[in-house]
C-alpha cells in the first residue's frame, strides 16, 4: 500500500486560511469516508483533528475542516494561530489497513 | 481520563526480538480495537497493524513491510496490548505508539517508546 500524498509545506499568516491536500486512490481515500487528520508539534504524539472526512472530535476549534472530492482529501485551517505551526498527516483506511501520508509541515508567518 | 502507557523500548541487535507493551486506563479496554503506529527519526507516522476487540473476533492485520514479522495481541484482564517484534531490522528503528483504533480514527494515543535496532 503506497503512502498517500501530501505537499512536504505550506504556510499562512496569522488569520489567513491554508489547505493541505491529501491525495490517494480509488482503493483508500476516493472508496471509503474513513479519512483522519492528525496534527503532531515536535516530540509529541499525534492528536486526531478531523476524522470521517469532516467530523471533529470534542475540543478540537471549529478553525479547523475537512473535505474530499474524489481521490482528494482536504484540511482547511481558518484563521491560522501560531499554535497551528506542527506537522499534519492525513489517513485512510484501505481495505483493512491503514495507509498514512507522508506529512505536512505548517508554518505560520 | 483515558490513558496509554507504552514500555519495553530498548536497544536490539538486528535479527532480534522484543515485546513492547501498552497499558490501558481510563476507557472499557475490552470493548477497545487497537492498533500500533510508529514513528523512525524524522520520518511520518507508519501504521504497523491492528486488533480488534474479541468480541469482533479479536482479528489481526498488519502493514506489509512487518506481515510475518510482527504479532499485536492483547490482555483484556491487565488492560494491556502487546506487539511482538521478530527478525528486527535496522529499518524497524522507530517510536512505536500504541493508540486507539476505528478504521483510520485513532483518538487516543500513547506518549510512544523508542525501539532501536542497531549491531
Known amino acids: 500500500q503506497s503512502a498517500l500524498t501530501q505537499p512536504p509545506s505550506a504556510s499562512g499568516s496569522p488569520g489567513q486560511s491554508v489547505t493541505i491536500s491529501c491525495t490517494g486512490t480509488s482503493s483508500d481515500v476516493g472508496g471509503y469516508n474513513y479519512v483522519s487528520w492528525y496534527q503532531q508539534h515536535p516530540g509529541k504524539a499525534p492528536k486526531l483533528m478531523i476524522y470521517?472526512?469532516?467530523k471533529r472530535p470534542s475540543g478540537v476549534p471549529d478553525r479547523f475542516s475537512g473535505s474530499k472530492s474524489g481521490n482528494t482529501a482536504s484540511l482547511t485551517v481558518s484563521g491560522l494561530q501560531a499554535e497551528d505551526e506542527a506537522d499534519y498527516y492525513c489517513?485512510?483506511?484501505?481495505?483493512?489497513?491503514?495507509?498514512f501520508g507522508g506529512g505536512t509541515k505548517l508554518t505560520v508567518l | 481520563e483515558v490513558q496509554l502507557v507504552e514500555s519495553g523500548g530498548g536497544l536490539v541487535k538486528p535479527g532480534g526480538s522484543l515485546r513492547v507493551s501498552c497499558a490501558a486506563s481510563?476507557?472499557?479496554?475490552?470493548?477497545?480495537?487497537m492498533s500500533w503506529v510508529r514513528q523512525a527519526p524524522g520520518e511520518g507516522l507508519e501504521w504497523v497493524g491492528r486488533i480488534l476487540s474479541k468480541t469482533n473476533g479479536g482479528t489481526t492485520d498488519y502493514a506489509a513491510p512487518v506481515k510475518g514479522r510482527f504479532t499485536i495481541s492483547r490482555d483484556d484482564s491487565k488492560n494491556t496490548l502487546y506487539l511482538q517484534m521478530d527478525s528486527l531490522k535496522t529499518e524497524d528503528t522507530a517510536v512505536y505508539y500504541c493508540?486507539?483504533?476505528?478504521?483510520?480514527?485513532?483518538?487516543?494515543w500513547g506518549q510512544g517508546t523508542l525501539v532501536t535496532v542497531s549491531s
Open positions: 489517513s485512510s483506511y484501505a481495505n483493512r489497513n491503514v495507509v
Open positions: 481510563g476507557f472499557t479496554f475490552s470493548s477497545a480495537w
Open positions: 470521517d472526512v469532516n
Open positions: 493508540a486507539t483504533y476505528y478504521y483510520s480514527r485513532s483518538e487516543f
